[in-house]
């Protein structure tokens, strides 16, 4: 219960910033728009909406990052934590206090790209269902990498490194935007060695109904999401200790 109550309380306090909120739901969905729009008068494969918007539901839990970033890095400067912490509230209460509002926004974020597609062409089937299923071991990992940046980062410096440079590697080095086998060499043994890329192929893969295609795929992204956050929880636990 004690958890429970934290974690409405970062709810509210997400909530309460609807411009990065709407920003973060909203800007996926442009760029389903006006990359399906190029697709039209230049028809490229990757663009093809049952393969483009898949991708975009995996660019857009980048923004779930600089949310719980931002979340957590602007607790600890406005010494909220260290008041919190007097509270019988334990380090496990507080990341999953963190974690959980965090991931129903994320997969409402994941909904609304697929229902957004649907008039721009996209196939309707039960699929989709496990498109959306399949992308939660993805969503958890970055509300971790959130986390584990907000740990060790001002909001200043959050804003930069989650706004900016996560943001941008996740578009480069998922697939998303061009095929990575073009590019090869060290750019490509790079993104398959980090989760983006094998958590836009999965949903590829479970959006068309193809589980073979998926299964190389659902490891990767899973180890990652453990790994990030065990660290983020340690991160989490030696600043709780320091303060």
Request: glycine share 8%; charged share 10%; hydrophobic share 55%.
């Amino acid at each position: 219960m004690r958890m429970m109550t934290f974690a409405k309380r970062c709810a509210k306090e997400i909530l309460r910033d609807p411009v990065n909120l709407g920003f973060g739901l909203g800007f996926p969905l442009v760029l389903l728009l006006l990359l399906t729009t190029m697709q039209k008068n230049i028809p490229v494969h990757l663009f093809e909406i049952d393969t483009l918007a898949p991708g975009i539901t995996v660019f857009g839990l980048s923004f779930m990052t600089l949310f719980s970033a931002t979340l957590i890095a602007k607790d600890r400067e406005s010494a909220l934590l260290q008041r919190l912490y007097t509270t019988p509230l334990t380090g496990l209460n507080f990341v999953l206090g963190y974690m959980l509002p965090l991931l129903p926004i994320a997969i409402g974020q994941t909904v609304i790209c697929y229902l957004f597609a649907i008039p721009l062409g996209l196939t309707v089937s039960e699929n989709i269902v496990y498109a959306i299923i399949g992308i939660i071991p993805m969503a958890i990992f970055n509300i971790a990498l959130g986390l584990l940046c907000g740990s060790v980062f001002g909001v200043k410096q959050v804003g930069g490194i989650c706004g900016a440079l996560l943001t941008n590697l996740s578009a480069w080095l998922s697939g998303v935007w061009f095929d990575l086998e073009l590019v090869g060499g060290a750019f490509e043994k790079i993104a398959n060695a980090l989760p983006f890329m094998h958590a836009a192929e999965l949903e590829k893969a479970l959006f068309s109904g193809s589980f073979e295609l998926a299964a190389p795929h659902i490891l990767p992204v899973l180890l990652y999401g453990v790994l990030v956050t065990v660290i983020a929880v340690f991160c989490f636990l030696r600043q709780m200790k320091k303060q």
